[in-house]
């Protein structure tokens, strides 16, 4: 894996699982439905995080697509969880805003 990658596959890493700890959670608050989204959308970053970390580990030509994807599902989930107040909805908020950002550099968005 090129070193390049590295702070955003950690990132990205980090972000899977925690969407995937707050998905869990979330099936285990009183009133799930109100969470269906967030769990959805969880789901999904979990998803696409893993992909990410894939690609960039395989030096795919395609990890800055793949990554620009990535950080707008990212925000996405983090919009998403700060809807709720669970204290693991905050959480991942956080870890997909850090991923998000990270993703956005490695795919040139940003500096």
């Known amino acids: ?24 959670a979330c099936l ?10 967030c769990i959805a959308t969880n789901r999904d970053c979990a998803g696409i995080c893993y992909t990410s970390s894939s690609f960039m580990a395989a030096s795919s030509e395609f990890s800055e697509d793949i990554c620009a994807l990535c950080a707008d599902i990212c925000r996405a989930c983090a919009e ?11 959480r991942c908020a956080d870890v997909c805003d850090r991923c998000g950002h990270e993703c956005e550099k490695m795919a040139g968005v940003i500096a």
């Not at 285990?28 to 989204?37: G, M, N, S, T």
């Not at 998403?80 to 905050?90: G, M, P, Y």
């Open 1 to 24: 894996m090129k070193e390049k990658y590295k702070t955003c596959v950690d990132a990205c890493n980090a972000c899977a699982v925690e969407c995937e700890s707050c998905a869990a």
């Open 28 to 37: 285990e608050e009183e009133d799930v439905k109100i969470l269906a989204r």
């Open 80 to 90: 998403e969880c700060r809807k709720h107040k669970h204290d693991h909805c905050q």
